[in-house]
Structures are given as C-alpha cells and as structure tokens.
C-alpha cells in the first residue's frame, strides 16, 4: 500500500511564499513522474507542476517564474516552492506519483492567498 502525506499549507498574503511538501511511502519499487495538481470548488482538478525521475520540469503556464518542483529520489520526496503568490493561486493542492503500475494521489493540502 503506497501513501502520500502532504504538508506546508497554509494561509499566506498575496506576495508571500509557501513550501509545500510530499513524502511518499509503502511498497514502492520505483517512482517514475511526481507532480503537484490543484483544485477548486467547481472546477476540474488542474497540472500545477510535474518533474521525472531524471529532473525534467515542467509547468502550468499561469505558475512559470513562480513555482519550482523538485525532488529527492533517495527519500521519495517532491516540494513545490510558490512564491509571489496571488489570490487566484488559492486551491487545495494535491501531490501525485507515478509507478510503472499505478498512479497514486495525496489527501490535499489547502492554500489560501489572502490579505
């Protein structure tokens, strides 16, 4: 069984940053694609940012210059840095990883960008 725990939400002004975090753990062999989706109310689940296994980045254009994915293979571990956040970045967040047999998602984390 493979879990995912995300941390780093928060309340945050506009302007401001937030580092969130996602520890993957279980029987995992090997993980392939680790990304970062968002949701709100309403609206369907979008792509924020993914990284493969060998660093290849990408990004949500509304979060490019903004947001950085990055990884640690060896503690299966991917963080989203958000910086110069806005109000529309306001989402629950949600960590995602691919196996070679299976997808698995986090249970959210909440963001919210508010003076």
């Known amino acids: 069984q493979v879990q995912l725990v995300e941390s780093g939400g928060g309340l945050v002004q506009p302007g401001g940053s937030l580092r969130l975090s996602c520890v993957a753990s279980?029987?995992?062999?090997?993980?392939?694609?680790m990304g970062w989706y968002r949701q709100t109310p309403g609206k369907q689940r979008e792509l924020v940012a993914t990284i493969t296994r060998i660093g290849i980045t990408n990004y949500a254009d509304s979060v490019k210059g903004r947001f950085t994915i990055s990884r640690d293979n060896a503690k299966n571990t991917v963080h989203l840095q958000m910086n110069s956040l806005k109000p529309e970045d306001t989402a629950v967040y949600y960590c995602?990883?691919?196996?070679?047999?299976?997808?698995?998602w986090g249970q959210g984390t909440q963001v919210t960008v508010s003076s």
């Open positions: 279980g029987t995992i062999f090997r993980i392939n694609a």
């Open positions: 995602s990883i691919s196996t070679d047999y299976d997808r698995y």
